[in-house]
Nanobody
Framework: VQLVESGGGSVQALGSLRLSCSISGDIGSNYCMGWFRQAPGKDRGGLATIGSDGDTRYAMSVEGRFTIVLDNAKTTLYLHMSNLKPEDTAMYYC????????????????????WGQGTQVTVSS
């Protein structure tokens, strides 16, 4: 599985961006996918995840502002971002993991196997 992010850029505070993650290869029928970010000098943190059951989870810092969407063909993962703040400035990464049939864990708490190279988002005040 290969992941390639795009859609990053510079935007003013309160603006919006849509990040895309192109997915090639077969992740299978059972999976977790997610968006993460890392700001300079900080650890990488999870933002949003989506499971093969459609369940979505969000970090408190982005809930209500960001939306994760996976297209039906599982070829593109999106992160719709609105009401952006300067503290959202970071490198954004998408990630994916195949899970076992019947797995009932949390996509927010697994270690992801596949990662993209990242796309930079810069929000100015």
């Amino acid at each position: 599985v290969q992941l390639v992010e795009s859609g990053g850029g510079s935007v003013q505070a309160l603006g919006s961006l849509r990040l895309s993650c192109s997915i090639s290869g077969d992740i299978g029928s059972n999976y977790c996918m997610g968006w993460f970010r890392q700001a300079p000098g900080k650890d990488r943190g999870g933002l949003a995840t989506i499971g093969s059951d459609g369940d979505t989870r969000y970090a408190m810092s982005v809930e209500g502002r960001f939306t994760i969407v996976l297209d039906n063909a599982k070829t593109t993962l999106y992160l719709h971002m609105s009401n952006l703040k300067p503290e959202d400035t970071a490198m954004y990464y998408c990630a994916a993991k195949s899970t076992a049939p019947g797995w009932s864990g949390s996509c927010a708490r697994v270690e992801y196997d596949f990662w993209g190279q990242g796309t930079q988002v810069t929000v100015s005040s």
